[in-house]
């Protein structure tokens, strides 16, 4: 069974991701913040995360060494709804797999771990 992380500030966001990827056998863990996600990477394998760009007085770009350090193969997918286009051009420039723009739908979702 594939295993998820989600980091969210927003709660709505991240109870929505795992009712949507529990419907389709994939574990879901969520957490709405870089400490506890910190936590879930020492606790779980995860064969991706979905990083929110911008949580309440953090980057989730700040999670990606410990992300790579656990498994250089994880893929990340980071959440915006960020127009800076100064941000967003750092974003690609991190190991991340893929760019999700909000809002999120079951579709962008599925197309990122390709079911």
């Known amino acids: 069974m594939k ?3 989600v980091v969210d500030d927003e709660k709505d966001i ?3 991701m795992k009712l949507i990827l529990k419907a389709v056998n994939i574990d879901v863990v969520y957490v709405p913040n870089l400490a ?5 990477l020492d606790n779980h394998d995860f064969e991706s995360v979905f990083l929110d760009l911008n949580l309440k007085g953090e980057l989730g770009l ?3 060494p410990a992300i790579k350090q656990q498994d250089e193969s994880t893929d990340i997918f980071i959440i915006t709804a960020q127009k800076d ?3 967003l051009n750092k974003v690609k420039k991190a190991e991340i797999r893929e760019l999700i723009e909000k809002p999120l739908t079951r579709e962008k979702i599925f ?5």
């Open 62 to 64: 700040d999670l990606i």
């Open 14 to 16: 991240g109870l929505l």
């Open 36 to 40: 506890e996600a910190e936590y879930a």
């Open 3 to 5: 295993k998820i992380l």
């Open 111 to 115: 197309k990122a771990i390709q079911l």
């Open 85 to 87: 286009q100064k941000l």
